[in-house]
């Protein structure tokens, strides 16, 4: 039921508007002159990657992962270490990233997977914390305070990245690689089989399925992807610190793609762009922004069922 | 490693396992009888604090202090039930993360607003402050002693009231299945708010005990929740005694971890680099325990709840 016509048309026709604002934006802020919002739309964009990524595993596979945040500061801080050693070159960095990544997500998601429920987001939650006090005590690489980069991920020796606008549209371009993946893996045999065990993992079983192997692989390039995430975070802000990996921050990644709506990628970005675009609007009238931001919150689960995407016109209800 | 510094350890790890009791009981039973995932129950302990403060500035005892503040922490938890939680019983544990986090966004920015940001302190009372000599050339706090006893003591109280009072019988029926109890004719509704309503209540209470020995600030429940759900997790959701023997556990291995992981690593490794890792094992130590305990027993100590 995924996939209808109808359905995909529709989702097709969401991205090509989203992707194309996204795509026009630095045209248009040059007109205007400000450049804040070119960065302010880079970090959109880095968290959409991870809210996809947490999507995938969220909205498509049932696991509420409480330590996701944790994915985005390994794979902020490889990239950090990295170039603290002077490896700053994108063919060493971007491998070694994934790699330490989905290693991370394989290791803790073997373990986490054995459990349910609560008890899964409790787990997830305990590794996110682990992730977060090695970070602290990485006495060598700035401990609590966190670790500055002197600079950007090069290509190839050239520091292209450092202009603002090739940066931007780099970023731009893995937001849309990881959609489309995203979008490939949900809509795969393997896509089915994890959306199948959130439905019933009974049947499943009963038609001869184990869904562990298919839920680890998804958390697996879940990890990978948040930890792209991450990478670009690093670069975005030249700095890594331990608080990318809070609990909160894993919090806040949960309320993006609940607020996009649950099993829509494009949900996925929307609401991470309307949590990050709602926190700036809501700190520039006070500081006290989370007084206003807690209560949305709670009426948002209280009465906004299938999140925003589910306002767009002839959007899906909440099935 | 003397033995003046282990004992004196020990006497700290147990205090901050009772405080964890305190807090974790209100969350297991919640969880285990509604099926309740409550992130703010943190926000509960951080507000008996910030009560017990205020109530202290009208009255100007601590005891008076602890009256407000139990009462205002009971009213603001039945509130929130009624306001929000009620709503969330029957939707997933998605939904009640996502509400919950925003009330703890909400309150930790309301304590600023009222309060300030600054640290905030609570005077000991008169009756328990200073020391007493337990061992040789080793000087403990009365008010310590006396938070440790407390905690033992509203323990043994919560068991009889589990286990042999009727309304006991009934939570643990809730815990078991709730669907059935309410079936045999039980107002489950009510019984909710009555276990919700106590279980505030003993969070805030750990926050009044915790005031005088810890700084009053925003947040300062936030730690300690995660702390919480650690134990009730190791401890099984649900049970009562899990929830006592794992916030013992958590306490001692937390508190005696920071006090000699970085000893113990220095036997195994060069003097720097044990000090780079002392301090990052002792931090992680109760989350090795629980996922140890998680990947051999998925369902804690003392699993409640059958399947």
């Known amino acids: ?319 | 490693m003397s033995a003046t510094l282990f004992a004196v350890q020990t006497l700290n790890g147990l205090q901050l396992g009772i405080l964890l009791f305190l807090i974790a009981a209100g969350l297991t039973l919640v969880f285990g009888v509604m099926d309740f995932i409550n992130l703010a129950h943190g926000v509960q302990y951080m507000l008996g604090a910030y009560l017990a403060v205020a109530g202290y500035g009208i009255t100007g005892t601590f005891w008076g202090a602890l009256l407000i503040a139990l009462v205002g922490a009971l009213v603001v938890g039945l509130l929130l039930e009624v306001l929000i939680f009620r709503h969330l019983y029957d939707r997933d544990h998605l939904d009640q993360v996502l509400a919950t986090f925003g009330v703890i966004l909400f309150l930790n920015e309301a304590v600023k607003v009222v309060w300030g940001a600054a640290p905030l302190t609570l005077p000991m009372p008169d009756l328990l402050s200073g020391s007493v000599e337990i061992m040789d050339g080793l000087l403990y706090p009365v008010y310590r002693i006396g938070l440790i006893v407390t905690g033992l003591a509203v323990a043994v109280l919560l068991y009889v009231l589990v286990s042999k009072t009727r309304a006991g019988m009934l939570v643990r029926a809730g815990a078991t299945n709730a669907p059935m109890v309410s079936a045999l004719g039980v107002d489950i509704r009510r019984l909710f708010m009555l276990v919700f309503g106590f279980g505030t209540m003993l969070a805030g209470f750990a926050g009044i005990l915790a005031a005088p020995i810890l700084v009053v600030e925003p947040g300062m429940g936030d730690n300690l929740l995660i702390l919480a759900f650690v134990v009730i997790v190791i401890g099984g959701i649900g049970s009562i005694r899990g929830a006592f023997l794992a916030a013992l556990i958590v306490g001692l291995v937390d508190t005696l971890g920071r006090g000699f992981a970085t000893d113990i690593a220095k036997l195994l490794l060069s003097p720097s680099a044990a000090n780079d890792v002392g301090p990052a094992i002792a931090s992680m130590l109760i989350y090795i325990l629980m996922a140890g305990v998680l990947f051999f027993r998925p369902t804690g100590l003392f699993p409640v709840r059958g399947g």
């Open chain 1, 1 to 319: 039921m995924h996939f209808t016509p109808a359905r995909l048309s529709r989702e097709l026709l969401g991205a090509l508007v989203v992707f194309t604002l996204f795509a026009g934006l630095p045209v248009l802020a040059d007109l205007m002159g400000d450049t804040f919002i070119v960065f302010f739309t880079i970090r959109v964009m880095v968290f959409a990657i991870a809210a996809v990524s947490l999507s995938l595993i969220l909205g498509y596979g049932a696991m509420v992962s409480f330590g996701h945040a944790a994915y985005l500061g390994v794979g902020a801080y490889s990239v950090a270490i990295l170039a603290e050693h002077g490896i700053w070159d994108v063919t060493v960095s971007l491998p070694v990233t994934l790699a330490v990544c989905g290693l991370f997500a394989l290791v803790t998601g073997a373990i986490s997977l054995k459990t349910r429920g609560v008890y899964f987001i409790m787990i997830t939650l305990a590794f996110g914390q682990m992730a977060y006090y090695t970070a602290t005590s990485l006495s060598a690489y700035g401990g609590d305070d966190g670790l500055t980069m002197w600079g950007r991920t090069e290509i190839l020796g050239s520091t292209a990245l450092g202009d603002r606008t090739v940066f931007y549209y780099v970023v731009l371009g893995c937001l849309l690689a990881c959609y489309l993946i995203a979008r490939m893996v949900v809509a795969s045999r393997f896509g089915r089989v994890l959306q199948g065990a959130k439905q019933s993992e009974m049947r499943l079983r009963a038609i001869g399925i184990d869904p562990y192997a298919y839920r680890l692989v998804a958390y697996v390039i879940a990890g990978m992807m948040a930890g792209l995430a991450g990478a670009l975070l690093a670069n975005a802000a030249e700095f890594v610190s331990p608080a990318y990996m809070s609990w909160h921050r894993s919090g806040e990644l949960i309320v993006m793609v609940v607020l996009g709506g649950l099993g829509s990628l494009l949900g996925a970005i929307v609401g991470a762009a309307s949590f990050l675009v709602l926190e700036e609007v809501l700190s520039h009238f006070t500081q006290h922004w989370r007084l206003i931001f807690g209560p949305f919150l709670v009426l948002v689960v209280l009465f906004g069922r299938g999140g925003l995407i589910s306002l767009l016109p002839g959007g899906r209800k909440n099935d």
